[in-house]
């Protein structure tokens, strides 16, 4: 399966602001902080106000690089959450939002969304008691999400709570257990805090 396996600090100077993809290490050890401009030989020419085109394109790369996704993947993401009623944007982030290893980075268990889809590729989460090894597998209501014993000795994944420092979102019950969620409603926007204009990313693929 094709993956970027390049330094993922550069995707962050390119975008100009920390999209924590490696989580908390993001908050001290960034390049951004001291060269806060795109990457490459010709970075800092990129500075200069952009078209209308450049800034819808780097907000729809923003989106991708947050969730991990690739540009097919998120095509194909976006014609499925225009078909659907509501607003598109909305639902093209809410059908992110509740991609399998987001859930797994949202319960905490991973410090990373690329650790927790390491996590489910290597088949540490089960959905409603049945292992899944699919990270873009799209969850419903009602689904039960749990790591199994194996993984929840992990020494990685016992020190992720105490090393995020992040809040199980609301659309997410946690109650039963902590290595346990269950996805008790369809995330809403305001429940969703990417920094991402989605109203942009409709304006680049409506063209």
Same mark, same amino acid.
């Given at each position: 399966?094709?993956?970027?396996?390049?330094?993922?600090?550069?995707? %962050?100077?390119?975008?100009?602001? +920390?999209?924590?993809?490696?989580?908390? +290490? %993001?908050?001290?050890? %960034?390049?951004? &902080? +001291?060269?806060?401009?795109?990457?490459? *030989?010709?970075?800092?020419?990129? !500075?200069?106000?952009?078209? *209308? @085109?450049?800034?819808?394109?780097?907000?729809? #790369?923003?989106?991708?690089? =947050? @969730?991990?996704?690739?540009?097919? #993947?998120?095509?194909?993401?976006?014609?499925?959450?225009?078909?659907?009623?509501? =607003?598109?944007?909305?639902?093209?982030?809410? !059908?992110?939002?509740?991609?399998? &290893?987001?859930?797994?980075?949202?319960?905490?268990?991973?410090?990373?969304?690329?650790?927790?889809?390491?996590?489910?590729?290597?088949?540490?989460?089960?959905?409603?008691?049945?292992?899944?090894?699919?990270?873009?597998?799209?969850?419903?209501?009602?689904?039960?999400?749990?790591?199994?014993e194996h993984a929840r000795a992990l020494e990685v994944v016992e020190g992720?709570?105490?090393?995020?420092?992040?809040?199980?979102?609301?659309?997410? &019950?946690?109650?039963?257990?902590?290595?346990?969620? #269950? =996805?008790?409603?369809?995330?809403?926007?305001?429940? =969703?805090?990417?920094?991402?204009?989605? #109203?942009?990313?409709? *304006?680049?693929?409506?063209?």
């Amino acid at each position: 399966m094709a993956r970027y396996t390049g330094p993922v600090c550069r995707l %962050c100077r390119r975008e100009r602001e +920390k999209l924590y993809l490696k989580g908390s +290490k %993001c908050d001290t050890h %960034c390049p951004i &902080d +001291k060269r806060n401009y795109p990457p490459g *030989e010709h970075g800092r020419d990129r !500075m200069r106000q952009g078209s *209308e @085109y450049s800034t819808q394109l780097r907000e729809k #790369q923003k989106a991708r690089r =947050i @969730y991990g996704v690739l540009e097919k #993947q998120f095509r194909n993401t976006f014609e499925e959450a225009s078909r659907q009623d509501g =607003i598109t944007g909305e639902n093209l982030l809410r !059908m992110l939002e509740l991609r399998l &290893d987001n859930v797994v980075f949202r319960a905490g268990w991973g410090v990373s969304r690329s650790q927790s889809r390491q996590f489910v590729r290597h088949g540490f989460v089960k959905v409603n008691g049945r292992k899944a090894t699919i990270p873009s597998m799209r969850l419903r209501r009602g689904d039960l999400v749990s790591l199994t014993e194996h993984a929840r000795a992990l020494e990685v994944v016992e020190g992720a709570a105490s090393v995020n420092g992040r809040n199980t979102p609301a659309w997410l &019950d946690s109650t039963t257990s902590n290595f346990e969620v #269950q =996805i008790s409603n369809v995330p809403l926007r305001e429940q =969703i805090d990417v920094t991402v204009r989605e #109203q942009l990313i409709v *304006e680049l693929y409506s063209k």
